[in-house]
């Protein structure tokens, strides 16, 4: 099995600066992408960035020049850095990654548990 865990996520000024983390255990062997979602309330989750595994890497428009997501694929880990944050940032961020298991011929989709950021203003 595959778990990812999260951390990184809590409260701050608007204006301010947070890094979320999420780090993959378990059977794998590669993962092809790597990402970032937010669900708001009463909003549907939605992409926030994803880095594939040669290293290209997708923004949503609203978080383009204020995000930054890279990876450590020697430790199985993605990393969000969150910068100029905004109260529309508010949400619960989703780690998700796509992992290719031994053995197995097609990618699985995981999920984080998910991390609160809250941006006052």
């Known amino acids: 099995q595959v778990q990812l865990v999260e951390s990184g996520g809590g409260l701050v000024q608007a204006g301010g600066s947070l890094r979320l983390s999420c780090a993959a255990s378990?059977?794998?062997?590669?993962?092809?992408?790597m990402g970032w979602y937010r669900q708001a309330p009463g909003k549907q989750r939605e992409l926030v960035a994803k880095i594939i595994s040669g290293g290209s890497t997708t923004y949503a428009d609203s978080v383009k020049g204020r995000f930054t997501i890279s990876s450590d694929n020697a430790k199985n880990t993605v990393y969000l850095q969150m910068n100029s944050l905004k109260p529309e940032d508010t949400a619960v961020y989703y780690c998700?990654?796509?992992?290719?298991?031994?053995?197995?011929?097609?990618?699985?989709?995981?999920w984080g548990q998910g991390t609160q950021v809250t941006v006052s203003s």
């Open positions: 998700n990654m796509q992992v290719l298991r031994p053995a197995l011929a097609l990618s699985t989709n995981y």
């Open positions: 378990g059977s794998i062997s590669s993962i092809n992408v």
